[in-house]
Nanobody, 133 residues
Framework: QLQASGGGLVQPGGSLRLSCAASGFTFDDYGIGWVRQAPGREREGISFRSVSGDREYYADSVKGRFTISRDNSKNTVYLQMNGLRVEDTAIYFC????????????????????????????WGKGTLVTVSS
């Protein structure tokens, strides 16, 4: 299973670091990404990092502000969010894809400008991020 944490209330321009802890499966067999769902909107894949770290994806909406990282020794993936905006308010989920899907996922995401959400093997419970003054 996956468990996201670290959400909260932050002012515009502020920072948060989300964590996604994995358990119950072989972490090294799965790439992990972050997906968010804003009120009244569909889920949006915003970032993904391969197991080896050789490939990453960021949606245009977060590029340059968010950074994904992965600590395989702790079975944890992080999302450092800087320069938060009101429009970043959402529930943030982490999701796991089998390793063999990593490169097709990133290639499709880069060509389509959106991260496909099919093929997710595990979904974590979300953590709420609220950006407000």
């Amino acid at each position: 299973q996956l468990q996201a944490s670290g959400g909260g209330l932050v002012q515009p321009g502020g920072s948060l670091r989300l964590s996604c802890a994995a358990s119950g499966f072989t972490f090294d067999d799965y790439g992990i990404g972050w997906v968010r769902q804003a009120p009244g909107r569909e889920r949006e894949g915003i970032s993904f990092r391969s197991v080896s770290g050789d490939r990453e994806y960021y949606a245009d909406s977060v590029k340059g502000r968010f950074t994904i990282s992965r600590d395989n020794s702790k079975n944890t993936v992080y999302l450092q969010m800087n320069g938060l905006r009101v429009e970043d308010t959402a529930i943030y989920f982490c999701a796991a894809w089998k390793r063999h899907l990593e490169h097709p996922l990133i290639t499709l995401a880069q060509s389509m400008g959106a991260m496909p959400l099919n093929g997710v093997a595990y979904w974590g419970k979300g953590t709420l991020v609220t950006v407000s003054s």
